[in-house]
């Protein structure tokens, strides 16, 4: 089945610093990925949708600033929180799909912590 | 993207079928429904997906009402590895955004 792989699986940092935050389809081109931030017991929520070469459409309410996703490639995209707050800390999760097919594949998600 | 309804959730014993209901009244005629499941702390997985006939795989059988209102995800022999929370979600296949909600958390007991 198809695989998608994420890195770091979890990161402490340090309020104000910018975390980076990668999604990788390793057996297939993902023309489209997407990317969620799930809080403690909430519901996956989606943050943004991004094609590759294009800019990221974000969800209402998603500050585009402080999450900047970049698909520079059909195995790769990034997700770097900017200037990250105690109030960012939660589990990120990416998935991807290929062109012309029906499923999502899901990373196993990274968990960011801001002290 | 049509909202769905699942009960918050379920208990199902081992070894026995776990059916798990979604109610999806407004369902347009370009959506189709999925079903995903999450593991705790890990990242949701693709189990099965419909437009209006029935389906199988080697995971689950999925079952939709000839309205397309309603559906039931079938595990058939439930493990105690099946116990996650099981999400149903209506959406067009061209944009592809999948739309979470609440889903039913599903404990399968020994």
């Known amino acids: 089945g198809a695989v998608v792989s994420q890195h770091p699986s979890w990161v402490i940092c340090k309020s104000g610093t910018s975390v980076k935050i990668e999604c990788r389809s390793l057996d297939f081109q993902a023309t489209t990925m997407f990317w969620y931030r799930q809080f403690p017991k909430q519901s996956l929520m989606l943050m943004a949708t991004s094609n590759e070469g294009s800019k990221a459409t974000y969800e209402q309410g998603v500050e585009k600033d402080k999450f900047l996703i970049n698909h520079a490639s059909l195995t790769l995209s990034t997700l770097t929180v900017t200037s990250a707050h105690p109030e960012d800390s939660s589990f990120y999760i990416c998935s991807a799909r290929s062109e012309g097919t029906y499923e999502q594949y899901f990373g196993p998600g990274t968990r960011l912590t801001v002290t | 993207d049509a909202k769905t309804t699942q009960p918050p959730s379920m208990d199902c014993a081992e070894g026995r079928a776990a059916n798990l209901p979604c109610n999806h009244s407004t369902i347009s005629g370009n959506e189709y429904v999925y079903w995903y499941r999450q593991i705790h702390s890990q990242g949701p997985q693709y189990i099965i997906h419909?437009?209006?006939n029935n389906e199988t795989n080697e995971m689950a059988s999925l079952i939709i009402t000839e309205d397309r209102k309603s559906s039931t995800l079938i595990l058939p022999h439930a493990t105690l590895r099946d116990t996650a929370v099981y999400y149903c979600i209506a959406a067009a296949v061209e944009g592809g955004k999948l739309i979470f909600g609440q889903g039913t958390e599903l404990s399968v007991k020994p």
């Open positions: 419909g437009l209006k």
